[in-house]
T-cell receptor, first 115, second 113 residues
Framework: QKEVEQNSGPLSVPEGAIASLNCTYS??????FFWYRQYSGKSPELIMF????GDKEDGRFTAQLNKASQYVSLLIRDSQSSDSATYLC???????????????FGKGTKLSVKP | DAGVTQSPTHLIKTRGQQVTLRCSPK?????VSWYQQALGQGPQFIFQ???????QRGNFPDRFSGHQFPNYSSELNVNALLLGDSALYLC????????????FGPGTRLLVL
C-alpha cells in the first residue's frame, strides 16, 4: 500500500514566524512531490512541486526533498493569517498503463497562524 | 483563461439513487482525473481519462464509472449510492497524461441521505 504520512496538526505559529510542514512517503519509487493548500470548504490549490533532491524556493515558500530519507517538507517564511489552511502533501509514482495518473495524498496538516 | 469547472456545486441524493457529475478541464488540457475527498481526509484517486479512455483506476468499485467526450470534458457516474459516498468530488486536469502537475476544479459536494 502506497502511503503518504503527515502530522494532522493543528500546527499553530505566530504571524511572522516560519511554519514547517513535514511529509513522509512509503514508496521509494515515488517520482514527483507536490504541496497543495486547501482552505476550509474549498478545493486544493497547487503551491509548490519538486522533483529533485534539495531545496526549491518560490517567494515565501521553500520545498525540501530528501529521497534517501523519503521525506519532503514545506517551509513558509513570514507566516500570515492568510496562510491558515490545510496543507496537503502528494506524490506520484512512475508512469504505467500509458499515463502518469494519480496523485497519492496525505491527510493534510492544518496550519493556524495566530496574530 | 478558464480554469477547471465543475457542476453542480452541491447535490443531495438518497441511498440507492444514481448521480452524474460533470467537469470541463482547463483550456489546453486534455487529461482529466477524478478524486473523492471525505471529510478530514486527503483526496483519493478514482480514475483518469485521456483520449476518451480510462487510463488508470484507483481502488473504487464498479459503481463508479466515467466518460470523456471529444471536447475533453468528463462525467463521473455513481450508481446505487451509499451513505459513505458522501464527499467532495474533485476533478483535476493536466496538459497530457504524463504531466504530473494537476489543477483542481472547485468540486461537487455530494450528500447521500
Amino acid at each position: 500500500q502506497k502511503e503518504v504520512e503527515q502530522n494532522s496538526g493543528p500546527l499553530s505559529v505566530p504571524e511572522g514566524a516560519i511554519a514547517s510542514l513535514n511529509c513522509t512517503y512509503s514508496d521509494r519509487g515515488s517520482q514527483s512531490f507536490f504541496w497543495y493548500r486547501q482552505y476550509s470548504g474549498k478545493s486544493p490549490e497547487l503551491i509548490m512541486f519538486i522533483y529533485s533532491n534539495g531545496d526549491k524556493e518560490d517567494g515565501r515558500f521553500t520545498a525540501q526533498l530528501n529521497k534517501a530519507s523519503q521525506y519532503v517538507s514545506l517551509l513558509i517564511r513570514d507566516s500570515q493569517s492568510s496562510d491558515s489552511a490545510t496543507y496537503l502533501c502528494a506524490v506520484t509514482l512512475p508512469p504505467y498503463g500509458g499515463s502518469q495518473g494519480n496523485l497519492i495524498f496525505g491527510k493534510g496538516t492544518k496550519l493556524s497562524v495566530k496574530p | 483563461d478558464a480554469g477547471v469547472t465543475q457542476s453542480p456545486t452541491h447535490l443531495i441524493k438518497t441511498r440507492g439513487q444514481q448521480v452524474t457529475l460533470r467537469c470541463s478541464p482547463k483550456s489546453g488540457h486534455d487529461t482529466v482525473s477524478w478524486y473523492q475527498q471525505a471529510l478530514g481526509q486527503g483526496p483519493q484517486f478514482i480514475f483518469q481519462y485521456y483520449e476518451e479512455e480510462e487510463r488508470q483506476r484507483g481502488n473504487f468499485p464498479d459503481r463508479f464509472s466515467g466518460h470523456q467526450f471529444p471536447n475533453y470534458s468528463s462525467e463521473l457516474n455513481v450508481n446505487a449510492l451509499l451513505l459513505g459516498d458522501s464527499a467532495l468530488y474533485l476533478c483535476a486536469s493536466s496538459p497530457n497524461p504524463f504531466k504530473e502537475t494537476q489543477y483542481f476544479g472547485p468540486g461537487t459536494r455530494l450528500l447521500v441521505l
